[in-house]
């Protein structure tokens, strides 16, 4: 059983870093995208980011609208991840959420699908 | 503005079958898998669909998917009250990016 964590400060304030960190149990965390996805108060779900561990190096992909301001990083001796995502403001309050993420082509098409997700971290952007 | 459009809300009786749409575009849909989320009051989205129509262990088998062409569905059969929740529909875009539809909210009666 895949379990994951997320934790970090709960409030950051204006044109700061968000910085939150998602521990892993339960698994290996070679060969899957670990990613993040927020989702602000009554709304819905978006994509972050992730990065692909492939048990020597890892690469990264961003959301296009987020790209700017976001770094996902690994620390494979204690199995974490984090998400930094600077110059916050009041639009980027939200749910935050980690989860593993699988990719393969199948048939010629792309599958992606989060098949574990942590409880989520409610992060507020207040000054 | 999603990429992947889906009605806002959604509603049956019990034992009722409900169907919840999702429509994209070439760049995603139509050249990628479609997955399907259930996200229950006050906790993180479970996965009900992945790769169109695969059950991951433990859904029940109330729960279908479908594709076509640059639209997808999600079919619940044998509605219970359990069931209400939010859905959301999301697929891999061309564009590189991951993208997720609005989300249904289903309303059991």
């Known amino acids: 059983q895949v379990l994951l964590q997320e934790s970090g400060p709960g409030l950051v304030r204006p044109s700061e870093t968000l910085s939150l960190t998602c521990s892993v149990s339960g698994g290996s965390i070679s060969s899957y995208y670990w990613s993040w996805i927020r989702q602000p108060p009554g709304k819905g779900l978006e994509w972050i980011g992730y990065l692909f561990y492939s048990g020597s190096s890892g690469s990264t992909n961003y959301n296009p609208s987020l790209k700017s301001r976001v770094t996902i990083s690994i620390d494979t001796s204690k199995k974490q991840f984090s998400l930094n995502l600077s110059s916050v403001t009041a639009a980027d309050t939200a749910m935050y959420y980690c989860?593993?993420?699988?990719?393969?082509?199948?048939?010629?098409?792309?599958?992606?699908?989060?098949?574990?997700w942590g409880q989520g971290i409610l992060v507020t952007v207040s000054s | 503005q999603s990429v992947l459009t889906q009605p806002p809300s959604a509603s049956g009786t019990p034992g009722q079958r409900v169907t919840i749409s999702c429509s994209g575009s070439?760049?995603?849909?139509?050249?990628?898998?479609v997955n399907w989320y259930q996200q229950l009051p006050g906790t993180a989205p479970k996965l009900l669909i992945y790769?169109?129509?695969r059950r991951p262990s433990g859904v029940p088998d109330r729960f279908s998917g479908s594709k076509s062409g640059t639209s997808a569905s999600l079919a619940i059969s044998g509605l219970q009250s359990e069931d209400e929740a939010d859905y959301y529909c999301a697929a891999w875009d061309d564009s590189l990016s991951g993208q997720f539809g609005g989300g249904t909210k289903l309303t059991v009666l």
């Open positions: 070439t760049s995603n849909i139509g050249s990628n898998n």
């Open positions: 790769n169109n129509n």
């Open positions: 989860a593993r993420a699988q990719m393969a082509y199948t048939s010629g098409s792309l599958s992606w699908f989060f098949d574990y």
